[in-house]
Antibody, heavy 118, light 110 residues
Framework: QVQLVQSGAEVKKPGSSVKVSCKAS????????ISWVRQAPGQGLEWMGR????????NYAQKFQGRVTITADKSTSTAYMELSSLRSEDTAVYYC???????????WGQGTLVTVSS | QSALTQPASVSGSPGQSITISCTGT?????????VSWYQQHPGKAPKLMIY???NRPSGVSNRFSGSKSGNTASLTISGLQAEDEADYYC??????????FGGGTKLTVL
């Protein structure tokens, strides 16, 4: 049974960075990609980027280019999303999701609330 | 890349059918058969309901169906039930090799 377990909630100051982890189990980590999707309070889903763990190659939505870094550690089946230069508008629940072939999000993590506040 | 366009809300009575549209461009919805639909209940993670325009993952009720015509994809829910009340989102692969979501549709079961 596939499970994605994310790290806990974070409170950050404006201008700082946050790194959220997503540990996968129940599948072959290297045979799929991991996307990161965020959802601001009361808002819709927003795709941030994804990584192909077996290759270590990531691509990002233009909106987040230069501010987000997605990485993966094959040895621990864990993906990471780091967002820098945080501002209040980055307050959101951040989800990791498994992608299979061209299907985004056949399994999702439980979400991690990141609050940016001074 | 702009978000896909969905109606903000739809509603229907139990037992009825409803359809939610998702409009994009020839660079996303119209160009690829990689449209997915997700259901999200309050405070929960999204759940994949339809992938590749019209395929249902194992365990998803056959009351949910998907289709596409040109640049518009659609999700139809037949035999509405109270538990179908949720937010629904579409997504599509794009020519930029990224994914774009729709703005979401709130389904109310009257």
């Amino acid at each position: 049974q596939v499970q994605l377990v994310q790290s806990g909630a974070e409170v950050k100051k404006p201008g700082s960075s946050v790194k959220v982890s997503c540990k996968a189990s129940g599948g072959t980590f290297s045979s799929y990609t991991i996307s990161w999707v965020r959802q601001a309070p009361g808002q819709g889903l927003e795709w941030m980027g994804r990584i192909i763990p077996i290759l270590g190659i990531a691509n990002y939505a233009q909106k987040f280019q230069g501010r987000v870094t997605i990485t993966a550690d094959k040895s621990t089946s864990t993906a990471y999303m780091e967002l820098s230069s945080l501002r209040s508008e980055d307050t959101a629940v951040y989800y990791c999701a498994r992608d299979t072939a061209m299907v985004t999000g056949d399994y999702w993590g439980q979400g991690t609330l990141v609050t940016v506040s001074s | 890349q702009s978000a896909l366009t969905q109606p903000a809300s739809v509603s229907g009575s139990p037992g009825q059918s409803i359809t939610i549209s998702c409009t994009g461009t020839s660079s996303d919805v119209g160009g690829y058969n990689y449209v997915s639909w997700y259901q999200q209940h309050p405070g929960k993670a999204p759940k994949l309901m339809i992938y590749d325009v019209s395929n249902r993952p194992s365990g998803v009720s056959n009351r949910f169906s998907g289709s596409k015509s040109g640049n518009t994809a659609s999700l139809t829910i037949s035999g509405l039930q109270a538990e179908d009340e949720a937010d629904y989102y579409c997504s599509s692969y794009t020519s930029s090799s990224i994914v774009v979501f729709g703005g979401g549709t709130k389904l109310t079961v009257l």
